[in-house]
T-cell receptor
Framework: QKEVEQNSGPLSVPEGAIASLNCTYS??????FFWYRQYSGKSPELIMS????GDKEDGRFTAQLNKASQYVSLLIRDSQPSDSATYLC????????????FGAGTRLFVKA | GAGVSQSPSNKVTEKGKDVELRCDPI?????LYWYRQSLGQGLEFLIY????????KSGLPSDRFSAERTGGSVSTLTIQRTQQEDSAVYLC????????????FGDGTRLSIL
């Protein structure tokens, strides 16, 4: 079992729809969770951090965390073609050292 | 600028040569990370520094790879006797403290081995 799992996609949604990106993780002791966006040929950029169970909203983005289910998600409302990118989920892990584990990413394609 | 700075942005070299990649983290960030990303692939963790020490070197793929960080700031990643499979984008990131903080990435060094 991978430490951080994401559906590789591509996830295709029409412009204006809600895009839902999901991530599961294996380390129950994880406390910090991050979503990054990576455009093709560019480096990852931080979208959101979340540390507590529940929802955290920032503009069109909402991160949702459920530590009991070891699940974190990112919702993008009113999706735009400019949101087309790969979204990386990252989780801190205390197992075998204190480090951040990145998922392989989900490719999102927003159709105009 | 205020972001993570990496140099060179592109490096083309012949197989067997040594290369040195540089990363200048955000001022005040104690944690520094190196990753490798091959075309169309995810991030491959290489090494993590906290200050000048490297508590996690588990991702270095072979003894041809080494990294150091001096003065708790600039880091260099050295690849000796480069091979074609070393061709990738090498990304550096820094965070304020440890892995409980978000990482901020540089633009990367695109390394091509001929």
């Amino acid at each position: 079992q991978k430490e951080v799992e994401q559906n590789s996609g591509p996830l295709s949604v029409p412009e204006g729809a809600i895009a839902s990106l999901n991530c599961t993780y294996s380390d129950r002791g994880s406390q910090s969770f991050f979503w990054y966006r990576q455009y093709s040929g560019k480096s990852p950029e931080l979208i959101m951090s979340i540390y507590s169970n529940g929802d955290k909203e920032d503009g069109r983005f909402t991160a949702q965390l459920n530590k009991a289910s070891q699940y974190v998600s990112l919702l993008i409302r009113d999706s735009q073609p400019s949101d087309s990118a790969t979204y990386l989920c990252a989780v801190n892990s205390n197992t075998g050292g204190f480090k951040t584990i990145f998922g392989a990413g989900t490719r999102l394609f927003v159709k105009a | 600028g205020a972001g993570v700075s990496q140099s060179p942005s592109n490096k083309v070299t012949e197989k067997g040569k040594d290369v040195e990649l540089r990363c200048d983290p955000i001022s005040g960030h104690t944690a520094l990370y190196w990753y490798r990303q091959s075309l169309g692939q995810g991030l491959e963790f290489l090494i993590y520094f906290q200050g000048n020490s490297a508590p996690d070197k588990s991702g270095l793929p072979s003894d041809r790879f080494s990294a150091e960080r001096t003065g708790g700031s600039v880091s260099t990643l050295t690849i000796q006797r480069t091979q074609q499979e070393d061709s990738a984008v090498y990304l550096c990131a820094s965070s304020f403290s440890g892995s409980d903080q978000p990482q901020h990435f540089g633009d990367g060094t695109r390394l091509s081995i001929l």
